[in-house]
């Protein structure tokens, strides 16, 4: 059965990329630099967006941190960046990206004193880009994007979405969507999704609220620790089958302070693992959004940070439509 789903839906989105073949145009997008392809290497398999809808994947930034980060604004071009410095393959997994066709649709203009504008403008864009590919990856800015990136996902299709919402705080305090650290309880309270649509990860110990446990627990939203996933993805598979059950769109969105980077953060997910995790979650048949966000550059002297989202972006891509090699 879930294979005659996953038919379906590849069917449709088949049909949505012959529809848009003819130039469209999207507002409120800013081109991005482009990067300077290098054979056998990433860069080699990002193009600008030339009008099309003809790949396989969308690449789109969101320069803005009104609601959280301060500097997540910056990430968009320091990750693009990083992304010169990867190939274009995978060599624990034998997977090679060099045929994957990634549209770079620049970034998202934002509104730096009207954030519900800005915001606005955020779910406006994202509907019409994910029409025109069969996954999107959002670069940077803040959670607070998530929300109407969510809401752009249920726009732009008519299936049932879940979220996996990988995070170290939870991000359920009271404030509406206007802020970061309460863009998840404004996700369900408001009813964009049900509880039993939402896994949340990597809840890091003294930076997860007891008050954020008691509220998953009274929704009954599953979540798994830093911790349990350092013991292990099996439990992962389990709560991930669970949230996806009967649904056939998945947005993943990725606080990246959830990652192990020295000297900071020594309690969180370590970035091999957060590799893995990657992995298992953009493997799913149903992934159909990234969102990489709350990385600052401002606090990352060296862009560690931004070679690790980099390193997420690659291991995003091989996982969706990489190819296996021959051993």
Known sequence: ???????????????????????????????????????YH???????????????????????????????????????EALRS??????????????????????????EDNLGLTLQRV???????????LFTIVLGGDQTATAPGVEALRTATPADVALVYV???????????????????HILDASILEPKRVLVLGLRSFSTPRSAIEYFQQKGVRFLTAVELRRGLQGLREALNAVTENAEAVFVSWDLRTISLPPLAVTGIPLHLALSLMNQLCSHPFATVLHLAEYSPLSDPFHAGAQAAALLTAAAVAARFGKRLES
């Open 167 to 185: 995070d170290p705080e939870g991000d359920v305090e009271e404030g509406g969507p206007t802020r970061s650290s309460g863009v998840l309880r």
């Open 1 to 39: 059965m879930r294979i005659i789903r996953f038919l379906t839906v590849l069917l449709i989105e088949s049909v949505k990329l012959l529809c848009v073949a003819a130039c469209v145009s999207i507002p409120h997008l800013k081109p991005a630099e482009p990067l300077l392809a290098k054979p």
């Open 86 to 111: 990867l190939t274009s393959y995978d060599v624990e997994r034998k997977i090679d990206v060099e045929d994957v066709r990634v549209a770079d649709f620049g970034d998202i203009d934002i509104v």
């Open 42 to 80: 990433f860069s080699s398999v990002i193009q600008q967006w030339d009008g099309s809808g003809r790949y396989d994947i969308a690449l789109v930034g969101i320069p803005f941190d009104a609601g959280g980060t301060p500097g997540a604004r910056y990430a968009p071009r320091v990750v693009r």
């Open 123 to 133: 779910k406006d864009a994202l509907a019409r880009i994910i029409r025109l590919s």
